[in-house]
């Protein structure tokens, strides 16, 4: 038979275990695939080919156009627009990581980070 003392270990045992398993799956949310469906505020990847890049006239921010689903990526001036313009080519494979935004009422996945474009494969020559 266990002694109260023992018990009381147990359970306390019992709830860190329970407690440490819902902080991992509660925030260790890896970003979801993009999809029509994803919704403003959700953290998402989407992978494709680069169509368009250009600069804005006003801002310095970076607009770029993937081949998946056709959508619009936005890099603002602040967070590595001039990094990743430089360093991704139109034709590039890459994989984007954002947040998905909504500007005059069409969505976009808004880049946190220069890091979080990842170029997969360079245009071939």
Avoid: C, W
């Amino acid at each position: 038979m266990m002694q109260k003392e023992e018990k009381i270990v147990i359970v306390l045992l019992v709830m860190a275990v329970l407690t440490l398993t819902i902080g991992y799956l509660g925030f260790s949310s890896q970003p979801a695939a993009y999809s029509k469906d994803s919704k403003p505020g959700e953290r998402v990847y989407v992978e494709g080919t680069v169509l368009s890049k250009q600069m804005t006239k006003t801002g310095d921010h970076l607009i770029m156009t993937i081949s998946n689903l056709n959508i619009n990526v936005f890099i603002p001036k602040n967070n590595g627009a001039k990094e990743v313009y430089d360093s991704v080519k139109i034709g590039d494979r890459v994989r984007i990581n954002g947040k998905v935004e909504e500007y005059k009422n069409t969505k976009e996945i808004v880049v946190e980070s220069a890091k979080d474009v990842v170029r997969l494969s360079a245009t071939q020559p």
